[in-house]
């Protein structure tokens, strides 16, 4: 009986072809799955080994054995082949460029007012002060009368203010917050306390809303020369260390006495220029010791303890020290404007 063997070799040179022609990982798996796979080509034929005759079963079964084998290397090295090929088109599609420049992050910057405070703070803070941080919204006794100005006080028309109905109003001084401090707790006081303030004046120089920072002593011993000494060193951390300070007389209802304090003109050293309008001095700040009325609203004893305070604008020191010609740009939020100053 004459069996019609298969042809191996022309199988083989079927599967070298199909691998050269499968140009996708995918497709190679497919062909492969048609020869090497369940049913495949290639497992048939070792099943047909049973139809074989004996003698030649040995013979044949090597020679599907070296089928499978040369099978398996084309596959393996057809797929090696290909998935080169496949990471070279995901290397060439991801391809990043890394020279080409980086994106950048716009970058804020901090307000002059923030600067200021951020300084004034640490000035203070060095001098042992500790930071109160008071209430916008103020009852008219903490604004004013309990710092000696109460109703129809002639010193009432030196400071507009927002009222919020009857009880309420916008606070139109930092010092409203002393009051709460001494309320609560005997000396020594040392307070700084930065915040905003509300008046309803608007023009060139002046703002409905805007910042101020208040100091606040009281302790047994405390007089105008501690002011003045400390004065002389803010004056000095700020403005530059050549920076001379004087006091005024002035007035305010909750001080006594009073004194606004000068500092000598840091851009002509005091000779007169435009920033002194040629008088050699620039007006910084209002200040002064307590007034008893005031200790004495707050419970404490005006007999035993003595002390002072002062205020200043946050948005004059800023316009000084930076020098600032028009106090609109302080509250028009340009981060260009903000990004020219720095501490
Ligand atoms: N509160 C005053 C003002 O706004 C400034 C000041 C504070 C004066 C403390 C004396 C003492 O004008």
Not at 28 to 49: D, E, F, H, Q, T
């Amino acid at each position: 009986m004459e069996e019609k063997t298969p042809d191996l070799a022309g199988i083989e040179k079927e599967i070298e072809l199909a691998t050269e022609a499968a140009d996708t990982s995918e497709s190679l798996r497919a062909v492969r799955m048609g020869y090497l796979g369940k049913g495949g080509k290639i497992p048939s034929l070792m099943k047909s080994l049973k139809d074989v005759a004996p003698d030649m079963r040995p013979a044949f079964g090597k020679a599907v054995n070296g089928l499978r084998e040369r099978a398996e290397e084309l596959f393996a090295a057809a797929e090696a082949k290909l998935r080169s090929k496949e990471m070279q088109a995901r290397y060439e599609r991801e391809r990043i460029d890394v020279t080409l420049p980086g994106r950048q992050r716009k970058k804020g910057a901090y307000h002059p007012d923030t600067l200021i405070i951020d300084e004034l703070v640490s000035v203070f803070a060095g001098m042992g002060f500790e930071i109160y941080e008071g209430r916008e919204i103020e009852t008219d006794y903490y604004n004013f009368t309990a710092l000696n100005t109460p109703k129809d006080h002639p010193a009432r028309d030196m400071q507009d203010t927002f009222y919020l109905g009857a009880d309420f109003l916008l606070r139109t001084q930092t010092s409203a917050g002393q009051v709460h401090v001494m309320e609560s707790k005997q000396p020594p006081i040392k307070i700084l306390s930065p915040g905003k303030v509300y008046r309803p004046d608007d023009d060139a120089t002046h703002s409905p809303m805007f910042s101020q920072m208040e100091g606040l002593v009281v302790d047994r011993g405390i007089t105008l020369c501690d002011l003045k000494g400390m004065l002389d060193e803010f004056a000095k951390k700020v403005f530059g260390g050549n920076v001379k300070t004087r006091l005024r007389p002035s007035y305010f209802p909750f001080t006594e006495p009073s004194v606004e304090v000068d500092v000598s003109c840091f851009e002509c050293g005091g000779k007169g220029c435009k920033l002194c309008k040629g008088t050699g001095w620039i007006e910084v700040l209002g200040a002064g010791m307590v007034n008893r009325a005031v200790l004495k609203n707050c419970g404490i004893d005006p007999d035993e303890y003595t002390g002072f305070a002062f205020g200043m604008g946050i948005e004059r020191i800023a316009m000084l020290k930076y020098g600032i010609n028009n106090m609109k740009l302080l509250f028009e939020g340009d981060v260009c404007f903000s990004k020219q100053f720095r501490a």
